[in-house]
């Protein structure tokens, strides 16, 4: 079972990144699928949720800029970034659940697979 997160880069306050992560192995489409970040020297915090049938919850600093969509026949979830800024600056996690939550998920201690991480530079 494997989570591969990928499309973190060095971008400008303003811009806009989309990161994917594909899962292999087994079928997450009855998970919960969530994004973490951690910044350094700070804990991981929760980024983003979505169920298997599409209920969201966001951070409230990243709610009406940041994204989160699936698509469960590709077994990968994306975050979709907009208006990035500086302290948007972190390692980005994508996570998922095990089966039988119908609910978005804020705790980590809740998701079963994570991914390795891809880095998010926000220049100023």
């Known amino acids: 079972v494997q989570l591969q997160a990928s499309g973190g880069g060095l971008v400008q306050a303003g811009d806009s990144l989309r990161l994917s992560c594909a899962a292999s192995g087994r079928t997450f489409s009855g998970s919960v699928m969530g994004w973490f970040r951690q910044a350094p020297g700070k804990e991981r915090e929760f980024v983003t949720s979505?169920?298997?049938?599409?209920?969201?919850n966001y951070a409230q600093i990243v709610e009406g800029r940041f994204t989160i969509s699936r698509d469960n026949a590709k077994n990968t979830v994306y975050l979709q970034m907009n208006m990035l800024k500086p302290e948007d600056t972190a390692i980005y996690y994508c996570?998922?659940?095990?089966?039988?939550?119908?609910?978005?998920?804020?705790?980590?201690?809740?998701?079963?697979?994570w991914g390795q991480g891809t880095q998010v530079t926000v220049s100023s």
């Open positions: 979505i169920t298997s049938s599409g209920s969201i």
């Open positions: 996570a998922a659940s095990g089966w039988g939550y119908n609910r978005p998920l804020r705790s980590p201690n809740l998701y079963d697979y």
